[in-house]
C-alpha cells in the first residue's frame, strides 16, 4: 500500500473516532465576527506575556496550517484569506472533551476559535482559545510543509492544494483581479460603455481561428463558441454605441503551450471617429499606468529580463522592423518575388496561394518578434493578412494596423476599422477562395455583419488585448498556465 493511500486510510479512521466522540466534522453553526488581519495590529502594543487590556473577546475562523500538541497544551497556526495568527489551547481552559478531540485534529482542518489576545513568551501575538469549533474536517494531508506543492501539473490540476499552500499563487490571482479592475476603471473614466456579446455564434468571425463547435436542439442549427466578440461589438458601433468594451472569453480549438490555453480572456474595445494611432495612445498610457499602480514603477523584471514600460514607446512599421532587427535588406521588401523566396529560403512553409504579404509577415515572426523586449507598436501590416482592417490611404499593401510586442511576445492587436462594405464583402469573399485546407478560416461569410455595414458604420478603430499574457507580464508569470485558474489540461492518468 502507498504512503499517500495508508494516510487516507488513517485521516478516515480518525474521522470516524471524532464522529464517536461527538464531533461534528461539518457544522455550519459557526460565524466568524473578526478577520485575522484585524487582530494584528493590536499586537504591536503589546510586551511578551502580556495579554490584551479589557482581554476582548475575537471570534475567527481558517485552516490549520501548523500544530504542536503537548500533553496539556497546544498551539496551532491558522490562515483566513486575510492572513495567519498562531492560536493557544489549554486543557483546563477548554475542558476535558473538546480538548481529547482536538488532539485528534489534523493539519488542514478548518476550524472556528473564541478566544482573547496575547502575546508568548517569544514575543508572538497569539490567541488563547476559549472554545474551539471543527467546521471541516480535512480527509487528505496537504503537501509537506518544506516542499509544498513542487509538481508544476499538480498546481495546475488541483489549483485548490495549491492557493492552500502557495502565498505567491494567491497573489498572483488577486494581482490579476485587481489589473481587471484597473482597465474597467480606466475604460469607464473615458466614457467606455461595457457589453456583453454572444458566446455562441452562427459564423464564428473576427479572428482567423479554428472554432469549437456545438449543436443547439431546439433551433436544429450548429453553433460556434466564438473565437472573437469583434464583428458583433461592430454592430454595436452601427447602432450608435460610440466607445464599448468586453472583457471577454474566447474559445479557440488549438494547441496547448506557454502562451495558449483554448479558452483565455481578451479585452475589446471600439471607438467611433478614432484611428488606430488614438489606439496607440490609449494602450500606451492605459498599461503604463496600470502598471505604475500595481508596481509602483515601469521599470519592471520579467523572467529575468528588465523591461521599461515608461511611455513613449517605440514605433516601427514591419518594413523598418525587419530591416533594423534582422538586417534584412530594403531591396528584397520591395520586390515581392524576392520576400516569398527569402521566406522559403529562411524554412517557413507557404501555401501556394500565398502572396508577398503573408511571407513578410511570416518573416517578420520568424526574425523579429522575440527581439522586441521593450513595448513596440508594430504597424503597416499587409492588406493580405488583415481582412478586418481599412487600408492604408498612401498604399494600398498594407493597412492601418499596429500589434504591441512586449518581452518578445504579442500582447494587443489593433486597427482602423474597414467601414466600406463592399470593401469587407470582396476581403471576405478572397479570404474564402484563398482558403484551401485552412480550417482557421471559416467557408461561410457572415453577411448580416455585411448588412450592417450597409447601414453606415461610423470610421472608428478597435483594439484587443490579451489580459492572460499582460497578467503574466504584471505577475513575472512564465506561462499562460500561471495566471487562468484552472488551466485545460490532458485528461489524468489513474494508475491501477
Known amino acids: 500500500m502507498s504512503q499517500d493511500n495508508q494516510t487516507l486510510i488513517q485521516r478516515r479512521e480518525k474521522a470516524e473516532s471524532l464522529e464517536e466522540l461527538g464531533v461534528n466534522l461539518y457544522s455550519n453553526s459557526f460565524t466568524p465576527a473578526h478577520a485575522i488581519e484585524e487582530l494584528l495590529p493590536k499586537g504591536d502594543s503589546l510586551k511578551p506575556q502580556e495579554t490584551e487590556p479589557g482581554e476582548n473577546s475575537y471570534s475567527i475562523a481558517g485552516r490549520i496550517m501548523a500544530m504542536r500538541k503537548f500533553g496539556k497544551a497546544a498551539f496551532c497556526h491558522i490562515t483566513d484569506k486575510t492572513g495567519r495568527i498562531q492560536i493557544y489551547l489549554k486543557k483546563d481552559k477548554l475542558g476535558d472533551e473538546t480538548f481529547t478531540a482536538f488532539k485528534k485534529w489534523d493539519i488542514g482542518d478548518i476550524v472556528g476559535i473564541n478566544g482573547t489576545l496575547f502575546k508568548t513568551k517569544v514575543d508572538e501575538l497569539s490567541v488563547a482559545a476559549a472554545d474551539i469549533t471543527m467546521i471541516s474536517k480535512s480527509l487528505r494531508p496537504l503537501p509537506e510543509k518544506w516542499h509544498g506543492l513542487t509538481d508544476v501539473e499538480t498546481r495546475y490540476r488541483q489549483r485548490y492544494v495549491d492557493l492552500i499552500v502557495t502565498p505567491e499563487s494567491r497573489e498572483t490571482f488577486k494581482k490579476r483581479v485587481e489589473i481587471i479592475k484597473l482597465i474597467r476603471e480606466y475604460l469607464d473614466g473615458r466614457d467606455f460603455m461595457e457589453v456583453e456579446t454572444p458566446m455562441m455564434q452562427p459564423v464564428p468571425g473576427g479572428a482567423t481561428a479554428k472554432p469549437f463547435m456545438t449543436h443547439h436542439n431546439a433551433l436544429d442549427m450548429d453553433l460556434y463558441l466564438r473565437i472573437a466578440p ?69 521599470q519592471i523584471s520579467y523572467q529575468g529580463t528588465e ?46 496561394q500565398a502572396g508577398a504579404g503573408k511571407a513578410k509577415t511570416e518573416l517578420f515572426e520568424l526574425l523579429v518578434e522575440e527581439k522586441l523586449i521593450d513595448p513596440t507598436f508594430i504597424t503597416s501590416y499587409p492588406t493580405e493578412v488583415s481582412p478586418l482592417a481599412r487600408g492604408n490611404e498612401d498604399d494600398p499593401t498594407v493597412t492601418d494596423r499596429f500589434e504591441l510586442f512586449i518581452t518578445g511576445r504579442e500582447l494587443a492587436n489593433a486597427f482602423s476599422e474597414l467601414n466600406d462594405p463592399r470593401d469587407q464583402l470582396q476581403r471576405f469573399e478572397q479570404q474564402i477562395a484563398d482558403r484551401g ?46 495566471v487562468i485558474l484552472f488551466p485545460h489540461l490532458k485528461p489524468e492518468t489513474v494508475s491501477k
Not at 454595436?236 to 502562451?259: A, D, Y
Not at 448588412?451 to 461610423?458: D, N, Q, S, V
Open 230 to 298: 469583434e464583428l458583433y461589438l461592430k454592430r454595436l458601433l452601427v447602432g450608435g454605441f460610440e466607445r464599448v468594451f468586453e472583457i471577454n472569453r474566447n474559445f479557440r480549438n488549438e494547441g496547448l503551450s506557454t502562451r495558449h490555453n483554448p479558452e483565455f480572456t481578451m479585452l475589446e474595445f471600439y471607438q467611433a471617429y478614432a484611428t488606430y494611432e488614438d489606439m496607440m495612445d490609449l494602450t500606451e498610457e492605459m498599461i503604463s499606468s496600470i502598471c505604475q499602480k500595481i508596481h509602483g514603477t515601469m
Open 437 to 482: 485546407d485552412d480550417e482557421e478560416i471559416h467557408p461561410e461569410l457572415d453577411s448580416d455583419y455585411i448588412r450592417a455595414l450597409e447601414y453606415g458604420m461610423p470610421s472608428a478603430a478597435g483594439e484587443g488585448i490579451g489580459i492572460d499574457r499582460l497578467v503574466m507580464l504584471l505577475t513575472d508569470a512564465p506561462s499562460i498556465r500561471d
Open 307 to 352: 523591461v521599461n514600460l515608461s511611455p513613449p514607446w517605440q514605433r516601427l512599421t514591419m518594413d523598418e522592423a525587419l530591416i533594423q532587427m534582422a538586417g534584412v535588406d530594403e531591396a528584397i521588401l520591395l520586390d515581392n518575388k524576392k520576400v516569398i523566396a527569402l521566406a522559403k529560403e529562411k524554412g517557413i512553409q507557404l501555401d501556394e
